[in-house]
Structures are given as structure tokens and as C-alpha cells.
């Protein structure tokens, strides 16, 4: 597999993110960590079952425990902070924060062997930086100090996503279908946290579980395999300043499903990110 295609196959994983918000809102008022379990539980099952005419694959599970402690407090651990910090902060602030992560991606991969943090790497990730605080500030994102446990959650949510994208490319010989098994201990630790802290809320219709089986297909599915290829053999640069476009990309998807109004400010922003990710990914446009 090339570096080309593997970095279109992470870039998949951007799209399928960007479809989480209004998915999530379709599930109704399903508790987050009760979601996540069935969601992740929905993404283990489905990698498994593939593994039915590739029996082999199961051997991908025969990891260390530093291969499962970087997959599974990468998965868990972000999306345990994502969950408090939407508890605890607004979600406009709180994601302001915690989209701080692609060009955390961006920076770190700059520490990988063989890469090279060019400027028009920097330049695109910043712009989509840029594009991001006006997303969220156009919306009339403000700061207060109640809110500051929960942004703090969110701000150490970037660094733990940063940090697992960047270390899946030092782990680049483990094998993808080890994602399944990070998968389902992420549903397994979300469900005991559920148990915990959560009312059990069961899904009251067919659009409800629909939704649900989607998220765990698609967006925390299929969307962590397409990421861990493309991390551990796409272009990481391109790939961290490209993952501006999901909060852009969510926030057209819940216009057109009617939950958001389009404004000035999207429409800047548009030209901020899409700029961005275009720099970004100028090399491999050249290449192309």
C-alpha cells in the first residue's frame, strides 16, 4: 500500500467523523458512556466477524501491554475526557479546546524518524486553527471560570488523540485488526463506567437503534481502522491538518438535518480550513 492511498483511506475517517454529531443527536438521550459501550462494542463485532474468512487475523490480538495501553487509553482515555468535558463545559468552548488535536498531530509527527516539519505544514495547520476558533467563536463560544474543570478535560483530550495518532506510527507493524480488540475493552470500561455513573436509557425506536448501529459501523467503527492506516502509513502531516475539516464538515451536516442555520462565520471558516488542508497536503498534490 502506498503512502498516497493510505493517506486517502485516513482521510475517510475525517468524513465518517464528521457525520458523529448528527448521529449521535439521532440516538436521542442515551447516556454517553452507555452510548460508547454499545457503540464500541458494535465496531469490535463488526471487525470480528471478517475475521471469519481470516482466521489468522485473530493473531493480531497477541499484543504487549505498551501496544494495549496505547490503544486502549487512546480510545478510552479520549473519548472518557471528551464525555467529561461536555459535562462539565459548554460544547462550543469545550470543542474549541479539544480540536487543538490536529495540529498537535502535526507538531508532534515533526519528533517521528524520517519526517520533516516543512512550513507549509505549520502554515496549513495553523490556518485551520484559525478557521476552527472562528467556527466556534462565530457561535458565541465565551470562557468562564465555572467551566474551566471541563475545558481542562478537553484540553487534555487533545493531547491524549494526539499522542495516540502519532505513537500508532511507532507501532506501525501492529497490525490494524489489533483496533478491534482496543474496541471492545473501550466498551467494556464504558460500560462499567456507565454502570457507575449513568441511568440505563434504552433506545424507543427503529430510528433510535438505526442510528446507533450506524455510529458503530461508521464513525467509531470503520473510522478508527481507516485512521490507524493511514497514521501508521499515510502522510501524518496531511492527515492532522486535513482533521480541521470535521468540525466543519459536522457543523454542514447538522444544517442540513436542520439541528444548526448556516452564518458568515461557516462560511469563512470554510475558506480558512479548506485553505489549510490544501497547503497542508501540498506535496502529495504534487505527487498526484
Known sequence: MTSRVATLIGLSAILMWSLLAVMTVATGTIPPFQLAAMTFAIGALAAAVGWIVRPQAVRALRQPPLVWAVGVGGLFGYHALYFLALRLAPPAEAGLLNYLWPLLIVLFSSLLPGERLKLHHLAGALLGLAGTVLLFTGNGAAIE??????????????????????LSRRLS????????????????????????????????????????????????????????????????????????????????????????????????????????????????????
Open 145 to 166: 471560570r465555572a467551566y474551566l474543570p471541563g475545558l481542562a478535560a478537553a484540553f487534555v483530550a487533545a493531547f491524549v488523540w494526539a499522542s495516540y495518532s502519532v
Open 173 to 288: 507493524a501492529v497490525p490494524t485488526d489489533a483496533v478491534a480488540g482496543f474496541c471492545f475493552v473501550t466498551a467494556l470500561l464504558a460500560a462499567a463506567v456507565h454502570v457507575l455513573i449513568e441511568p440505563t436509557v434504552w433506545p424507543d425506536d427503529a430510528l433510535q437503534w438505526t442510528s446507533i448501529v450506524a455510529l458503530g459501523i461508521g464513525p467509531v467503527g470503520a473510522a478508527f481502522y481507516a485512521w490507524d492506516i493511514g497514521m501508521k502509513r499515510g502522510d501524518i502531516r496531511v492527515l492532522g491538518a486535513a482533521s480541521y475539516a470535521t468540525p466543519l464538515l459536522s457543523t454542514a451536516f447538522l444544517i442540513v438535518a436542520g439541528y444548526a442555520r448556516p452564518s458568515t462565520a461557516l462560511a469563512v471558516a470554510a475558506l480558512l480550513i479548506a485553505g489549510g488542508g490544501l497547503l497542508a497536503a501540498k506535496d502529495m498534490l504534487k505527487r498526484g
